[in-house]
């Protein structure tokens, strides 16, 4: 039986999602219950497979990972065995061949922060608009090597008054992307940045590549497939949100926002 499941996480205490030798991260924890609730033995042979890679200090409500179990998973139990900041919010039975990085149709981010002083929202949202459709985002990721940085965003926009929020949809991000894009708007918005000279960043012709906004604020918020559904489970997002209700960054009351609105569509589709 092959299984997909919604994870969600607090990010700020590991060193990003991916494991790495010595270091905390979600990934460790979350195989960790999985292997002690008896669904997998051997990594490699249970097809393991995650949709996003997401960095230090990034948090998320939308995580999507798959495997080959040997028993049925019980959300409830899994949850038992994870700490506080991370939960596994729905469990669903997927096709044998069910990739969740190849097969997202889009992945959602935000970022929340304070609004900076002297903000000019509707220069920032012009900005924003100029974001969406294929370029090349050269100046605003960091490079991997062999991968291009020609990429397609469908959706780019910025709204709020004493908190900012921006949200990002593509069916793929690269590295860093969604964090030098927030930087380049809150640039433009303080008038650090002309929208000329965005534009000149977004044409490939800047001097220099934009520096990512800190980690602490962004939020992988869902993951689209085309026949996969993971509604998330009552006590669960409950459980988590307990978790973060009491944490100062604006981001976390934005997570508990974006939870209770899943939950809600779940229930009534």
Not at 95 to 112: C, L, T
Request: charged share 25%; proline share 5%; hydrophobic share 40%.
């Amino acid at each position: 039986m092959r299984y997909a499941f919604l994870v969600a996480y607090d990010g700020s205490r590991y060193f990003g999602f991916v494991r790495q030798p010595g270091r905390p991260t979600v990934e460790t924890e979350l195989l960790r219950a999985f292997e002690l609730r008896g669904l997998y033995r051997n990594l490699k042979e249970a097809r393991y497979r995650v949709a996003a890679r997401t960095d230090r200090g990034v948090s998320a409500i939308g995580q999507v990972v798959a495997l080959d179990v040997r028993r049925e998973p019980k959300v409830r139990e899994l949850n038992a065995a994870l700490p506080r900041d991370i939960a596994v919010l729905a469990a669903a039975k997927v096709k044998p061949d069910f990739n969740p990085r190849s097969q997202a149709q889009s992945k959602h981010y935000r970022y929340v922060c304070e609004v900076p002083p002297g903000f000019d929202l509707p220069l920032a949202r012009r900005a924003a608009r100029l974001l969406e459709g294929t370029h090349d985002f050269k100046h605003l990721c960091k490079h991997e090597q062999g991968r291009s940085t020609i990429g397609e965003l469908g959706h780019a926009s910025v709204r709020g008054q004493k908190i900012l929020g921006f949200d990002f949809i593509a069916r793929a991000f690269l590295w860093q992307q969604v964090r030098r894009m927030v930087g380049a708007l809150l640039a433009v918005g303080t008038g650090k940045f002309s929208l000329d000279e965005f534009k000149r960043m977004l044409g490939g012709q800047a001097k220099h590549a934009m520096r990512p906004v800190l980690a602490a604020g962004l939020i992988l918020v869902s993951i689209r497939y085309p026949s996969v559904a993971l509604g998330p489970d009552a006590r669960a997002v409950s459980k988590f949100i307990k978790h973060i209700e009491d944490r100062a960054h604006p981001g976390y009351e934005a997570m508990a926002r974006l939870l209770l609105k899943k939950l809600l569509a779940s229930n009534t589709s």
